[in-house]
Every structure is written in C-alpha cells, then in structure tokens.
C-alpha cells in the first residue's frame, strides 16, 4: 500500500539556522512522482516541486533543497538560513504514475515548522 | 488570473442539514478533486474528476456527493451533514491527468454542530 510518513510533527528553529524536514515513503510501483507543498498560516496550499522516481538528482531552489533517495525510499527537504516567512506547515505527498489516469496525492500528515526571530 | 475559487469560506450546519460547497477554476484544466484536511491526518481525497461528465471516488467518499457538468466547476454535496464531516475542504485542479502538481483553492472551513 502506497504511504507517506513525516515523522516530525513539529519543529522550532531560530531565525538563519539550517532545517530538515524528513519524508519517508512507501509503494510498490517503480514508477512514482513525489511532490512538497507548503500550507502558510494563511492556510492555502502552494506547490514547491515534483520529483519522479527516475530522477534522483537532488535539486536546489534558491535557499529550498530536496535530496531524493531511493535506496532508503526517502524526499527530504532541507531550508538553508530559515527565514520567518518559511514557517509553515510542509505536507510530502506521492502519486503513482503506472494504471490509469491519476493525479491522487497520497499526503504525509505534514510537519509544522516554526521560524523563531 | 482567479485560479481555483472556492466558496464559501467558512460555514457553520446543523446535523442532518445539507448543502454544497462550490468549486470553480478558470485554467481549463481537465482534472479536479476534492480532499479534506483533519488535525494530524493530513490531506485525504475524497472525489476526482478528470474531465466533464467523470467523476470517482477517492479514499473517503462516504456522505459526498460531487457531479461535473462542465470543465470549469465541481462541486461538492453533503447529503446529511454530520459531526464526523467538520473539517477543512480543498478543492484543486490541475492540467493533465498523470501525475501533475496540484493548484489548490483557500479552502472552505465547515463546522457541523
């Protein structure tokens, strides 16, 4: 059964500290598309990235990085010198790309991260 | 650019009352679903759509009703509101049917007493 986990419910950081947020998944399917979205205290859900499951290149977007693992079925999300306006709560979720049409998200239970000035 | 509207907001029913709560996206996109989002639960799909006239159930279907008559809007019906239902609804849309990000509505908060 396809599952995500983000084991870290919440987490406080200071103001320019490094921070990692953790996403295990699991499926059966070799081909597989992971995604993070971003719910701000305002409460819409924006989109940060896709990643599938053939590319396992880790990505960097301004001060956002992802490390992508398969051989530990893994998608963390790492914010270099956090920022205030990063807090958050960051949702990973995992759609299956094999059967039919699908854009179903499967969505870990989020991590709520907390930018402290 | 409006993207995806949802309305209303914020919403209080009674058990046992229905009503629906409207979604509207003007991105011509061909997919739409529904999720609701509880405390520690994440996000769950309730209905999906992948384009006018289809509609199939997600992971918790159970008390919804949704209909696509057009591209544009997918609404969602609760039949017989109950307490279990009080959640934060999400619609979204996106184009293409495979695996494609999401562009989610502000959401509607609907409290049932």
């Known amino acids: 059964a396809q599952k995500v986990t983000q084991a870290q419910t919440e987490i406080s950081v200071v103001e320019k500290e490094d921070v990692t947020l953790d996403c295990v998944y699991e499926?059966?399917?070799?081909?597989?598309?992971l995604f993070w979205y971003k719910q701000p205290p305002s409460g819409e859900l924006v989109f940060l990235i896709r990643?599938?499951?053939?590319?396992?290149q880790n990505e960097i977007s301004g001060r956002y990085s992802w490390n992508f693992q398969k051989s530990t079925s893994s998608f963390n999300f790492t914010i270099t010198a956090s920022q205030v306006v990063d807090s958050a709560v960051y949702f990973c979720?995992?759609?299956?790309?094999?059967?039919?049409?699908?854009?179903?998200?499967?969505f870990g239970t989020g991590t709520l991260l907390a930018v402290q000035p | 650019n409006a993207g995806v509207t949802q309305t209303p907001k914020f919403q209080v029913l009674k058990t046992g009352q229905s009503m629906t709560l409207q979604c509207a996206q003007d991105?011509?996109?061909?997919?739409m679903s529904w999720y609701r989002q509880d405390p520690g639960m994440g996000l769950r799909l309730i209905h999906y759509?992948?384009?006018?006239?289809?509609?199939d159930q997600g992971e918790v279907p159970n008390g919804y009703n949704v209909s696509r008559s057009t591209t544009e809007d997918f609404p969602l019906r609760l039949l017989s509101a109950a307490p279990s239902q009080t959640s934060v609804y999400f619609c979204?849309?996106?184009?293409?049917?495979?695996?494609?990000?999401?562009?989610f509505g502000d959401g509607t908060r609907l409290s049932i007493l």
């Open positions: 990643r599938n499951s053939f590319d396992e």
């Open positions: 759509s992948v384009g006018a006239g289809i509609t």
């Open positions: 979720a995992l759609s299956e790309a094999q059967g039919g049409a699908t854009n179903k998200l499967i």
């Open positions: 499926t059966r399917d070799t081909t597989y598309y």
């Open positions: 991105m011509n996109h061909e997919y």
């Open positions: 979204a849309s996106s184009r293409g049917l495979r695996n494609q990000p999401q562009h």
